[in-house]
């Protein structure tokens, strides 16, 4: 939880980088909130649409895309690697791919390593 919300406090950081554990648990702990206001909109609200997920979503889009851009500088990219993402298929698996990698050992252009702090 303490990653989550390390990321959330660094709301619009776009500079820097971010560790793995710090992008995977902001995933993973986002994912589980969007399912659980899901269940919240499905059984008790009765909507199919699904809003709670989706003001969820709009209001946690910022972080998600600095704490992004931050595990990508981490791993030595530019933030403009995102755009690889928009060729279908490849796209993903090339940016899974970078997302998974270690960090790049030492400071790079991005700062220094936040293993090291």
């Excluded at 008790?44 to 989706?54: P, Y």
Aim: hydrophobic fraction near 55%; proline fraction near 4%; avoid cysteine.
């Amino acid at each position: 939880m303490e990653w989550y919300l390390a990321a959330l406090k660094k709301y619009a950081t776009f500079s820097g980088r971010a560790r793995r554990s710090e992008y995977w648990y902001f995933v993973l702990f986002n994912t589980l909130i969007f399912i659980a206001l899901a269940v919240v909109d499905m059984v008790v609200i009765r909507s199919k649409f699904d809003a709670l997920g989706t003001i969820f979503n709009l209001a946690t889009l910022l972080p998600s895309l600095a704490v992004f851009f931050r595990r990508l500088h981490d791993t030595g990219r530019s933030g403009w690697w995102w755009l690889i993402g928009l060729i279908p298929i490849l796209g993903w698996i090339v940016l899974l791919i970078f997302l998974i990698k270690d960090s790049d050992p030492g400071d790079n252009r991005f700062g220094p390593n936040p293993k090291d702090a």
